[in-house]
C-alpha cells in the first residue's frame, strides 16, 4: 500500500513538471513565431526562494538561537578552564616521543636496505 501511495505521488509531481514544461514549449513557440507578448512572466522551476519542509515561527527561530547562544557560550566557558595535567606514566611518556635515536634510525635503515635487496633478487 506504501509503494503504491509513493508511486501516486511521484506521477502527481511529474505531471505537473510536464505541465510546467508545455506551458514553457509553448511560450518559446510563441516567441519564434513574432508573437513577444505571449512569453509568460513567471518560470514553471521553482525559484531559489522556495521554502520547503516544515516553515517555523519568529518565535520558534527565537529559541532557537538562544538555545545555540547557551551552548557555545558553555563551551566558551569550558575551552577557557586550564585542563588538569594527565599524570604520564612510562609507557605513555615513551609514546608520546616517537623520534628514534641515531642508533636505531641506522639500524632501521640497514634492515630496509637489506629487505629491498633481497626483494630486489626475487623479481
Do not use: C, F, N, Y
Amino acid at each position: 500500500m506504501e509503494r503504491k501511495k509513493i508511486l501516486q505521488l511521484a506521477l502527481e509531481e511529474l505531471k505537473r513538471r510536464k505541465a510546467g514544461i508545455d506551458a514553457d514549449i509553448e511560450a518559446i513557440q510563441a516567441e519564434l513565431k513574432g508573437s513577444g507578448a505571449a512569453i509568460r512572466q513567471t518560470p514553471s522551476l521553482p525559484s531559489a526562494g522556495t521554502q520547503r519542509g516544515r516553515k517555523r515561527t519568529p518565535a520558534e527561530r527565537q529559541a532557537q538561537a538562544q538555545r545555540m547562544r547557551e551552548i557555545w557560550a558553555a563551551r566558551r566557558a569550558q575551552a577557557a578552564r586550564p585542563a588538569a595535567p594527565a599524570k604520564t606514566t612510562p609507557a605513555a611518556a615513551s609514546a608520546k616521543s616517537r623520534s628514534l635515536t641515531v642508533t636505531q634510525k641506522k639500524a632501521l635503515s640497514l634492515a630496509m636496505k637489506k629487505a629491498w635487496k633481497k626483494r630486489k633478487r626475487l623479481l
